[in-house]
């Protein structure tokens, strides 16, 4: 693996555990999609646990779960040494945000 394709991997694996961190801060730990998401290994997301946080979305929780990950990004971005794909980070961000909110599946 060359260094781009090790920060990409390293930007998903933290993106996919950012993303987990702010769903079990929306959902109970009783709620099936939080038992879901903590049993995900770590830095990853199964298509399983995807199917069932998608239906568990309100279209507010949805809409503040893309605000936190868009200023987790940004904020990221802001570090003068950050030193993974912007195109790419947002084209990830843009993917996930498209499986959530239902499209393309």
Known sequence: ????????????????EK?????????????A??????SDP???IT??????????LTPLTLRRLKH???EWIDEEFSYLDCQWDKSYAY??????FRVLSG???
Request: net charge neutral; glycine share 2%.
């Open 1 to 16: 693996m060359n260094d781009t394709e090790r920060l990409y991997a390293d930007f998903l694996q933290i993106m996919n």
């Open 19 to 31: 993303f987990k961190s702010e769903l079990l801060n929306i959902f109970p730990e009783t709620h």
């Open 33 to 38: 999609a939080a038992k879901a998401i903590q």
């Open 42 to 44: 770590y830095g990853r």
């Open 47 to 56: 298509s399983e646990t995807l199917n069932i946080v998608t239906s568990a």
């Open 68 to 70: 936190e990950i868009n």
């Open 91 to 96: 084209a990830q961000k843009e993917r996930l």
């Open 103 to 105: 499209r393309y599946r």
